[in-house]
């Protein structure tokens, strides 16, 4: 393993990312990664893939991937392009061009197009290995979709019948009965949930939740998302990858604890309700796209 190779593995581990968790997030394929962590580029494409996989994994950790670059240059194989330069300098220096060596004119062109065409199907390869997940995610979410507007007609149709049927119910009793005149006491309405922020920092942010008889945590993806739900102790409650078309949601009761950590992979693609109520992100997702997410309950009995 080279020293590249491992500190990215252990900025992977401290996060508590498995390489599925970051062969979803990068769509790079995991045996990849694992060539990465081990310094073994052999199976990959080509230098261009090296560098640019490595540039991708170090996003996904928030890492600074030309700060690696700069740090473990001698590890990482030039692409095509550094490397192009320094072998043309060597030519010159040790053979000067005079009209006896009029032959390489002729085969520098056939190089230089199958350079050409070399970089064209690298193109070419990373665009469609980058985008054939997203295609077959675009269709499941359209068949998806489909199916939950045909539900959600069949649920009007049948909540129009019912109303229908109470409305006439009631103009029989009404029709049966006098109309009596009751003196309305009012009734206090029990306080609201209260949901606040309490501090930001970065990309760490903490609320506090009052009025409220219970602590129920559901986080709902609208896309691809990492994510973890930890009480104030350490202790996971749920640990995994969310996806649009697959899991969709995850709902944890947290009534018992007093505080939850929830890491969030992509904001993006994520919303978080506490007792149905929608938390609105004190950090914008557009500037912080990994967020950790603090929430404090004291329930009614100790306020």
């Not at 190779?5 to 990312?17: F, H, S, V």
């Amino acid at each position: 393993m080279t020293e590249l190779g491992n500190r990215l593995k252990e900025a992977r581990l401290a996060k508590g990312l498995s390489l599925d968790d970051l062969q979803s997030m990068t769509k790079i394929q995991k045996r990849y990664l694992v060539g990465i962590e081990e310094g073994n580029y052999s199976a990959m494409p080509g230098n261009f893939y090296v560098r640019a996989f490595i540039k991708q994994y170090a996003e996904a950790l928030n890492l600074n991937p030309e700060e690696l670059f700069e740090t473990y240059k001698s590890e990482i194989p030039a692409s095509y392009s550094d490397e192009l330069p320094q072998q043309l300098s060597r030519v010159t220096t040790h053979k000067k061009i005079s009209q006896g060596n009029s032959k390489i004119f002729d085969v520098l062109p056939k190089v230089l197009i199958g350079v050409f065409v070399i970089g064209i199907a690298s193109l070419l390869y990373y665009f469609f290995a980058t985008n054939a997940g997203t295609d077959s995610n675009q269709s499941t979410n359209k068949d998806n979709e489909q199916v939950k507007l045909v539900k959600n007609a069949q649920l009007e149709k049948a909540q129009a019948e019912e109303k229908a049927k109470e409305e006439k119910k009631k103009k029989e009793i009404a029709k049966e009965e006098p109309k009596k005149e009751e003196a309305k006491t009012p009734v206090e309405e029990p306080p609201k949930q209260v949901l606040s922020v309490v501090q930001t920092s970065g990309r760490n942010s903490t609320y506090s939740v009052n009025n409220a008889d219970k602590f129920v945590v559901k986080i709902v993806s609208r896309g691809v998302s990492w994510v973890s739900v930890r009480n104030g102790k350490g202790k996971s409650f749920y640990s995994g990858t969310l996806q649009a078309g697959g899991v969709e949601s995850q709902t944890i009761d947290l009534s018992a604890e007093t505080e939850a950590v929830i890491t969030i992979g992509r904001t993006l693609d994520a919303d978080i309700y506490v007792n149905d109520q929608k938390i609105e992100y004190a950090v914008a997702p557009t500037e912080k796209v990994r967020q950790d997410i603090t929430i404090q309950y004291v329930p009614k009995t100790q306020q």
